[in-house]
């Protein structure tokens, strides 16, 4: 199931609601994956969005083949929604994608 991306119908998402559709130990810690996300993946010489899910720390955020996968730093129980407050760390993004949007146009 591909992950519904919301920070392509609103960049400027911070808050949302989602469900946990897996979560399993990975390298490094969790392998996270949610039914929709506003946490934008590494990629194009942009760095990911970091924050939270819940009480996990979002480490690293990665897309193949349309499912978003976040890499947290604790486990998230899959077993009922997870209800995300503030997870995006809006002046990093804010800066990646000034900084990508200087370069290109060089």
């Known amino acids: 199931m591909d992950t519904v991306k919301l920070y392509y119908e609103d960049a400027y998402t911070q ?4 469900v946990v559709a897996s979560c ?3 390298k490094n810690g969790f392998a996270v994956t949610l039914d929709r996300t506003a946490f934008y993946p590494e990629g194009g ?3 990911a969005d970091h924050g939270t899910l ?5 480490l690293d955020v990665h897309e193949k083949d ?11 129980c899959s077993s009922t929604p997870a209800s995300i407050s503030s997870p995006v760390c809006c002046a990093a993004r ?13």
């Open 15 to 18: 808050d949302f609601t989602a």
């Open 24 to 26: 399993e130990a990975a």
């Open 45 to 47: 010489g942009q760095p």
């Open 54 to 58: 819940g009480e996990a720390r979002v």
């Open 66 to 76: 349309g499912v978003v996968t976040h890499l947290c730093a604790s486990t998230i």
């Open 94 to 106: 804010s800066t990646a994608t000034t900084w990508a949007s200087t370069w290109a146009r060089m």
